[in-house]
């Protein structure tokens, strides 16, 4: 089923100034706000910011979690794992980087008991899959990982900077059909990757979609002002016959003015992709 949704943290003004973290204290006024901009569903985030007020982290808290959403129409089915941008699986002491697997792994039991249907792990910026060494070391863990984690069936989307050919070489490695793609227009625009030479690369393998505007080796910009091109986006979605959802991750707009900003994101989805995509 298709759903159109929102990063979280969005529909609330930034906390602390941070650009993208689990809002504490106002987490619970985001379902609201969603449900009032048109949005089917949240991704949660899960990060090391926000950890102390996170109902995936705290004893309990989900079935509360789970009533809020009913109530307002509004799914939690993917969860982005900035944890292990900060508290990496791959670099560092050999004991963090254990710590961090338990982490993954307490995680994806906890979204499985809640119905998540995927967690996406970015591995850009300072967790960036830096060389070979790096994809060996992620090969092992996601495989230790989801040996430990198969009853959940919760899919990892994997978010990574690489190109089309090294990220195709990456997930034949990981054949698991739990293992898929997080595609983000964005970054791919800033890295001056086009859509149709990644979706021949790995179309197959794309399993969600996140939704943001950059310009070529710069920043995130409002959707249609940077060099994504939606367009071929839209096409090659057709074309695999995509049928996830789309996470808008757009640059923020004014503060106190996130729902209209957000319906208005929604809107330029509806208008730009989804059209010739099979319902």
Same mark, same amino acid.
């Given at each position: ?7 979280? @943290? ?14 504490? @204290? ?110 060996? @070391? ?87 002002? @940077? ?53």
């Amino acid at each position: 089923m298709r759903r159109i949704g929102i990063m979280q @943290g969005r529909l609330v003004p930034k906390v602390e100034g941070r650009f993208q973290s689990f809002p504490r @204290g106002r987490w619970r006024d985001e379902l609201g706000r969603a449900s009032e901009a048109g949005l089917e569903c949240i991704e949660w985030i899960y990060d090391v910011f926000g950890l102390d007020d996170n109902p995936f982290e705290q004893e309990g808290a989900l079935p509360p979690l789970a009533a809020l959403a009913a109530q307002h129409g509004v799914a939690i089915r993917s969860v982005c794992a900035d944890y292990f941008m900060e508290r990496l699986l791959l670099k560092g002491e050999a004991g963090e980087r254990g710590t961090s697997r338990d982490v993954l792994v307490r995680l994806l039991e906890r979204c499985g008991a809640f119905g998540v249907e995927r967690i996406v792990l970015p591995f850009v910026d300072a967790s960036s899959l830096s060389g070979p060494s790096d994809r060996d @070391g992620l090969v092992a863990v996601l495989d230790d990982v989801l040996l430990a984690t198969n009853a959940t069936g919760v899919e990892l989307h994997l978010e990574t900077d690489l190109g089309p050919a090294a990220f195709a070489e990456l997930l034949a490695r990981l054949p698991s059909p739990r293992v898929r793609v997080n595609y983000d227009s964005g970054n791919s625009a800033s890295l001056g990757y086009r859509p149709r030479d990644e979706f021949a690369a790995y179309g197959d393998r794309v399993g969600s979609v996140h939704v943001k505007d950059r310009v070529r080796g710069g920043g995130t910009v409002p959707l249609g002002t @940077g060099h994504t091109d939606f367009a071929e986006l839209a096409t090659e979605l057709a074309r695999i016959g995509y049928r996830g959802d789309f996470i808008l991750q757009a640059a923020r707009g004014a503060e106190g003015d996130e729902v209209r900003w957000a319906a208005q994101n929604r809107a330029f989805v509806e208008e730009r992709i989804l059209p010739g995509l099979a319902a």
